[in-house]
């Protein structure tokens, strides 16, 4: 069974490929333009570039057969013609699909790698080549190919080429972008920007197309307002101009009824007039009724009025039967044209007889239905009105016809009247006047279209006005041939499909590249974080190892210094001078050799970034007072005077760790012993400044550190404060490892203050501390604290039980010897924390201890958690622990003290340090 995906299938693809197109394309052509088939907003173009760069070329078969597609449904209704459409759609789709191909080729990097899309110039590229150039290849091959097979004019082939080449353009500028987030490569690019670039993209292009939609339906609203103006206008003038046929008839029938005898010169000045302003009358005139008795006379009569030749007759010619009533014409103006009418019956035709007799019968103007007159020479509809003039007023149907003298009528040859009533019609309308009350609804009359059967078929706009003469049915179809002539159709909704794919495309290059860049950023942030994790890793590797060396050089040290110490501090079985002068050498080279180690771990931790300060109130005179006392021995043993000031304020202090800052006043006061002269001096001021790093921080307090010792030229104080320089001062005799100022100055500039330094040569150094300056309040007399021993029964110490917990039995060995100055101490030493625990509460091994030494490594477990078991247990939690270990590390030590140890050791212990503790922690 395949596990390949539904969308890796060619076919599925393919598929997927030729209905998006085709969805994409109906909807597109729904945008366009009245009268218009090209799209302002052409999205498939854009759709079909982006399915061959992420599915590869053996999609352009679906797209080209999508194109087909579109162009079959919509370009079907405009041509009768199968050849012409076939012809047609199989160009639109090899149009199509080679702009496609077109495109690709072009944005396809010489590499081959997939495009990306993130860089501004990238983008810029990319929308200029695939919009504007490779789009010209659909609109020249689809456009050409309309205007070849006849189906678009060729004075409209330019407008349709721009208009289907802006359409292309702007649906590859909106729909490839859109597009390739879900289909482009690489997927997970594009992937990420389906929400960034995708969505804002497809809103933007819904709303564009709302928009366009929109706008087109307000543009038809437009077009159809104006043509039911224009039509309404034209049918108005059409009835006016029939009203004018009416007001003609009443005038002449008036003359009629006005007098008794109208004489045929008068007939013709009556009717002179309307013959001049009324179009399209073929002849005006009278109907007079007659008996078929009074047909000699009557004819008598008309020959003495200068008609030799009249002569009254039915239709076709054919003599009037006896006993027949007739109405003959009589007069006729213009006689012109005319002369074959005078003598005919009307009542001998059905169309003039039923329309006369209604006329008298109704006594209202009736017109005929369409017929050919006697007179007419080509092939226009003819219409007779007939309007009736009686005797006196009669008031019924039989007594009109009793009462009927003739009537007065207008012979309208249709075509001429109608070209002469829409002479003023808007150029864009036909219009045909149509009597629906005939049978098959003929055409009485109108524009050259009348002649076709174009006003059967369906148009875009059309109207039938019902015309009011003569009691027809008659109706007025009027119909827009082509566009209405609106200010900006068409126009406005391209301007606004421009406008707005314009803007679209701004967007959508601007979440392009911001998503590049966010990308990028996001690259060289998970480089830099994997970077840092591998720094941090190196760091903690560093520490480890640090903390490992420190642990490993502490321990054998402990056992050098603490035999040492023991054998100085064994007062029952003293040293001789020459020995304690050796002991006393291994304690030096022991003590500077920890002092090395501790100078390498401070510039480690420097580097690092790992070492922890504690700023905090200190008073000068104090910390002072302190470092003289610890450097006032190695002074004397150099034969160089320590000058404290002895008259600093009480209130003078300073912002900073007190360790730390005892270390820096060790190293400069240590430096200017050691690299003095016997003899010399070495003397510390302190004053307030408002000079240094802490100068906006407000007040600064200065300890300068001077001696009269060697000093330094120029070349060497420019090295001054690189690590392990000793400024070629190796082999001097002198020891130092050559970091402890270059420490120094680090610790001053973490507590917020900096380290300066003058000096010259075989004058002396001056060395200045800068801190940030605070006042200490006043100094409280102390009250005693002094331990008040217990009472003894028997005069001597109490006995005390210590616990070491150690497992390292040379260094377990150094600490039971310290304590054998306390003799009333006893020492048991457990190798292992479950025998300490064991020591704890067991009772038959010995009392409970007074005191625990504790080692933080030991081998069943850490020294840490053994302390933490102690505080826990309400039985033990009152016993004293000192924490004894090589580890040096400050966050060692803070997690111990917080533990609830007394105070933390380190190895080398100072074993004076140690029974001080103890004496402390076990007064006698």
Known sequence: MSLRSPLTSLSNRGLITWLSYTVAGLLAVSLSAPNEHVSPLYLPAGLALAFVMGWGPAMLLPIALGAVAVILVTTWPLTGSGATLAGVALMGGIGASLQAWVAWRLTLAPDRRPLTLERPAQIGRFLMIAGPLACLVSATISVGARGALGLTPMEALPQAFLSWWTGDTLGVLVGTPMMLTLLGQPAELWRARRQLVGIPLLVATVLLGLGVRQVQIWGVERENAAFQRDASATADTVQHKFNGYRDALAALAGVFEASETVTRDEFTKASRYWLSSLKGIQAIGWDQRLQASDIA?????????????????NVNHQPPSSGEELAVVRYVEPRAGNE???????????????????????????????????????????????????????????TRVQASQGAVFLALRMDDAMSAMLQ???????????????????????????????????????????????????????????????????????????????????????????????????DAMEEARQQRSAAEAANQAKSDFLSRMSHELRTPLNAVLGFAQVMSLDQREPLPPTQRERVEQIQQAGWHLLDMIDDVLDISRIDMGTLQLQ?????????????????????????????????????????????????????????????????????????????GAATDKGQVMQITVHDTGLGMNAQQMSQLFQPFNRLGREQGG?????????????????????LDVQSEEGKGSTFTLSLPGVSMPPKVASVSHKRVKAPRTDGEPTARHVLYVEDNQANSEVIRAALSARPWITVTVAPTTEEGLAVLHNRLRGSKPDL????????????????????????TVDIPVIMISADAMPEQIDAALNAGAACYLTKPVQLSELLRQVDELLPS
């Open 734 to 754: 002198t020891g130092g490892t050559g970091i402890g100022l270059v420490i120094s100055r680090h610790l001053a500039l973490l507590m917020g203050g900096q």
């Open 424 to 522: 003023g019609r808007a150029v864009y309308l036909e219009a045909c006047l149509i009597d629906v009350g005939a049978p098959q609804s003929p055409v009485l009359g109108g524009t050259a279209a009348c002649r076709s059967a174009q006003w059967q078929q369906a148009h875009r706009h059309r109207i039938d006005i019902p015309i009011d003469l003569g009691d027809r049915q008659w109706q007025l179809a009027v119909w827009s041939a082509k566009a209405a002539p609106i200010v900006g159709l068409g126009a406005t909704s391209w301007l606004l499909a421009v406008g707005g794919v314009a803007l679209a495309a701004a967007l959508g290059a601007l979440l392009l590249v911001m998503t590049g860049h966010a990308r990028r950023i996001e």
């Open 297 to 313: 006379a009557f004819e008598a009569q008309q020959r003495q009025e200068g008609l030799p030749d009249y002569k009254v007759f």
């Open 615 to 691: 700023a905090v109130p200190l008073r000068l005179k104090d910390e002072l007072g302190i470092a003289g006392k610890l450097l006032q021995e190695e002074a004397d043993r150099h034969g160089v005077t320590l000058g404290m000031p002895q008259d600093i304020p009480s209130e003078w202090g300073v912002m900073a760790d007190a360790s730390r800052l005892r270390q820096i006043l060790s190293h400069l006061l240590s430096n200017g012993i050691k690299f003095n002269q016997r003899g010399g001096k070495v003397s510390v001021s302190v004053q307030e400044g408002v000079t």
């Open 852 to 875: 625990i030494l504790l080692d933080v490594h030991l081998p069943d477990a850490s020294g840490q958690e053994l302390l933490k078991l102690i505080k826990a247990n309400p039985d």
């Open 340 to 398: 074959m009418a005078l003598g005919y019956n009307v009542l001998s035709a059905p169309a003039t007889r039923d329309a006369y007799e209604q006329a008298r019968r109704e006594d209202r103007v009736i017109a005929t239905r369409g017929l050919r007159l006697m007179q007419e020479t080509g092939q226009q509809t003819g219409v007779v009105v007939y309007h009736p003039v009686f005797k006196g007023e009669p008031f019924t149907p039989q």
